[in-house]
């Protein structure tokens, strides 16, 4: 790859690297209040709430809920509904977001204790009775424990349990010892471990697929999924510039110091600038 083009690549990467280590600490201290928002995934989570492993296991009963039935179940966490009620901020997001007949949203506001989940009335298999029973014997002992992912798992496997039931939820979604293990009609959802990479691999290419500058959308990202997009640029940033100083001192031998020298000079700003970006990512290794 020729030097200037090396030398761009590098500061381009450099530029978004330093940049979603800046983001990511300033998201990390503490969660704002959100406004509704057009979801960028199903699984949303701005109050960062959820760590990889509770994004992969909830990933994993989203996927098996649309596998199963077809159904999409959005997921958001934020800390609180701006002022407004549970019910008009998912109606606004779902409405933003242009949810249909096969979607379900379950929102959580973490801080005001708060919470809606709304199934599409174009599904009909599931009953206002069985709506009532997610929520109240599936959903909200999780949330009591803030057990966001059990939460979560526990909205899918109710979903699915109430689609497949012909008069009622047989068992309903049980949630065990706190942790994020559904049961449903006596069987344990087991996700395993190829799902799993698989799910973790489709959240980071979502991750990938965001510009950089779009901010907004950024922020929706689950904090664990924004620092390891974060870590994933910096190492980028800095084997560019490994590669761009070798190219340099080639240049700098076939040419001279003197026909180098902004390339030198755009070399070392690069450098100084990374080794802040790493400073950054130490803050936040060491919060």
């Not at 907004?216 to 510039?241: F, G, Q, S």
Request: charged letters at 25%.
């Amino acid at each position: 790859m020729p030097l200037v083009t090396r030398l761009v690549r590098a500061a381009a990467l450099l530029a978004v690297g330093a940049f979603l280590a800046l983001f990511t600490l300033a998201l990390a201290p503490a969660a704002s209040a959100e406004t509704p928002m057009r979801l960028p995934g199903q699984i949303t989570d701005p109050a960062g709430v959820l760590d990889s492993s509770d994004l992969t296991d909830v990933q994993a009963a989203i996927d098996q809920l649309y596998d199963n039935e077809r159904i999409r179940l959005w997921v958001v966490f934020v800390p609180d509904f701006s002022g407004a009620s549970g019910a008009q901020w998912a109606e606004r997001t779902w409405n933003m977001s242009s949810l249909g007949n096969r979607d379900a949203l379950l929102a959580v506001a973490t801080d005001e204790r708060d919470y809606f989940f709304n199934v599409s009335q174009g599904l009909s298999s599931v009953t206002d009775r069985e709506n009532e029973s997610i929520r109240v014997d599936a959903i909200e002992p999780a949330l009591r424990s803030n057990d966001w992912a059990a939460a979560s798992i526990a909205a899918a496997t109710g979903i699915e349990e109430a689609v497949n039931s012909s008069d009622g939820m047989s068992v309903g979604a049980l949630l065990v010892g706190g942790g994020a293990i559904a049961v449903v009609a006596g069987g344990a959802v087991v996700y395993s471990r190829r799902n799993k990479a698989k799910s973790t691999a489709a959240m980071a290419e979502t991750a990938r697929s965001i510009d950089p500058k779009d901010t907004a959308a950024l922020a929706t990202l689950p904090l664990p999924m924004l620092d390891e997009r974060a870590k994933e640029i910096l190492i980028d940033t800095d084997d560019a510039i490994r590669g761009s100083t070798d190219e340099l001192e080639l240049a700098r031998g076939e040419f001279g110091d003197q026909a180098a020298a902004p390339f030198i000079d755009a070399v070392n700003k690069a450098r100084s600038t990374l080794g802040s970006a790493f400073q950054i990512r130490q803050r936040l290794d060491d919060a």
